[in-house]
Nanobody, 115 residues
Framework: QVQLVESGGGLVQPGGSLRLSCAAS????????MGWYRQAPGKERELVATIASGGSTNYADSVKGRFTISRDNAKNTVSMQMTTLKPEDTAVYYC?????????WGKGTLVTVSS
């Protein structure tokens, strides 16, 4: 079993920045992909960014150029630097790890972008 714990959410003004982090523990198989998804009130959960264990990344069009995902394979952590935040970025952000067996989710961390 794999456990994912997110941190770094909070309240930020439009144009501000936040850094989310996620630590994975347990029986983690490689190769795997770690990433961030988000769910805004009344909307479906959507992909924000992913990064494979080899380093390849994928971003939603809405965050390209503003968010940067990174990972530390030795520590089994994934982070995402979010800049130029917009009110529409407000959501619960979930960490996800997908290995050859299954996908695991964290419990989420709330990001609120508001003045």
């Amino acid at each position: 079993q794999v456990q994912l714990v997110e941190s770094g959410g909070g309240l930020v003004q439009p144009g501000g920045s936040l850094r989310l982090s996620c630590a994975a523990s347990g029986m983690i198989f490689s190769p795997n992909t770690m990433g961030w998804y988000r769910q805004a009130p009344g909307k479906e959960r959507e992909l924000v960014a992913t990064i494979a264990s080899g380093g390849s990344t994928n971003y939603a069009d809405s965050v390209k150029g503003r968010f940067t995902i990174s990972r530390d394979n030795a520590k089994n952590t994934v982070s995402m630097q979010m800049t130029t935040l917009k009110p529409e970025d407000t959501a619960v952000y979930y960490c996800r790890l997908t290995d050859p067996n299954r996908a695991y989710w964290g419990k989420g961390t709330l990001v609120t972008v508001s003045s």
